[in-house]
């Protein structure tokens, strides 16, 4: 593949993500099926609430992850800029667009590199897993997190998406012990993420047991990536293969309650159709301990960091009201504060 195909790609996602309906169809993200119990008599005061969390030996203010989403574009620049200096002001994780643009393509640093704008942050490099199949190792992800002063990498599974593409790269076999291998070699935590249609309970346990530090479920309900690359499919049978998985993927809800029923102990990141703080303080109650959210927060950096920084304060404030509203003065005590709803009655 030539050197600038990468860096290319990255921008028609950027665009695509920004202008076009890429949500997944007929699958949600599975949240409405849940409700929380209200406590009329909470017992504590809205002051008493604490939002905060850690995640690899950093505190949170709040169990947020800006999730993975661009660099390796001029287009970028901006938006990296922008979350970073969200994430700084609010005292969220972030991560950033996968790296195999910078590694093929050196110049592009500066649209990766937002250390400068959040120094005291918790960042996160990311590559695709199935580079690890195509020559990467742990020099080549020691010198990326390297460059861009990462405290973690993150690996990130899409087969479907790499199927799709007319240039993807659907070499997954023996990846598993790829990844093993990378976790006793790197000195930083290795954290495997969907890239929204989700991780089996399986597979979870799969790679707890390779040595991954953290989880991400990345479930369905959210983008779909195959709606993306359909927008950039010019076959017109391959556009409709590709529109054909557009409700593909286990729902994120359902995806994070089997993935802790299978590591309970385990670090989980939710990801996936995440729209408010609502389904934030959601996630967290079924068992996440940060959760991730990505497109809305790649809309809002398009328009500024005034909507960006908007939206941050948005997310933690309804999460702090729904921790007060169900007596939870921190997190993990959201556990157990849900209830399932039938279908029939959500109706």
């Not at 989700?198 to 953290?214: E, P």
């Not at 089997?258 to 389904?279: C, F, V």
Request: net charge negative.
């Amino acid at each position: 593949m030539p050197e600038s195909a990468t860096p290319s790609r990255k921008a028609e996602h950027l665009r695509i993500n920004v202008e076009r309906d890429v949500a997944g169809k007929g699958i949600d993200a599975g949240f409405d099926a849940y409700r929380f119990t209200h406590r009329a008599l909470p017992q504590m005061d809205l002051t008493d609430v604490a939002t905060a969390a850690d995640l690899f030996g950093k505190r949170l203010a709040a169990p947020l992850l800006i999730s993975c989403m661009t660099g390796g574009t001029p287009e970028a620049l901006e938006i990296n800029r922008c979350l970073a200096r969200v994430a700084q002001r609010h005292g969220f994780a972030m991560g950033l667009g996968s790296g195999r643009a910078l590694m093929e393509s050196p110049e592009s640093l500066a649209t990766f590199n937002v250390r400068s704008e959040a120094p005291e942050i918790l960042l996160l490099a990311n590559l695709g897993a199935v580079q690890l199949n195509r020559g990467y190792d742990a020099a080549h992800c020691r010198r990326l997190v390297e460059l861009l002063h990462a405290d973690a990498l993150v690996l990130h599974l899409n087969p479907l998406q790499e199927a799709l593409q007319p240039e993807g790269d659907t070499c997954f076999r023996g990846l598993l012990e790829r990844i093993a291998a990378l976790c006793s070699d790197l000195e930083v935590p290795v954290v495997v993420k969907e890239v929204g249609w989700g991780i089996a309970a399986r597979d979870v346990r799969a790679l707890f047991d390779a040595g991954v530090a953290a989880v991400d479920v990345a479930g369905a309900g959210g983008t779909s990536w195959s709606e993306v690359e359909r927008h950039r499919i010019i076959e017109q049978w391959r556009a409709r293969v590709a529109g054909a998985f557009a409700g593909w993927g286990i729902p994120t809800a359902q995806c994070l309650v089997e993935a802790r029923a299978a590591a309970p102990e385990q670090t989980l990141i939710a990801s996936g159709g995440i729209r408010n703080g609502l389904d934030v303080a959601k996630a967290i109650a079924l068992g996440a301990d940060v959760v991730g959210i990505a497109g809305p927060f790649l809309r809002a950096a398009h328009r500024g960091f005034d909507a960006a920084d908007s939206l941050a304060r948005e997310l933690v404030e309804t999460l702090r009201i729904a921790m007060f509203c169900v007596a939870a003065q921190t997190p993990a005590t959201l556990r157990g504060t849900l209830y399932h709803v039938s279908k029939g009655a959500r109706e």
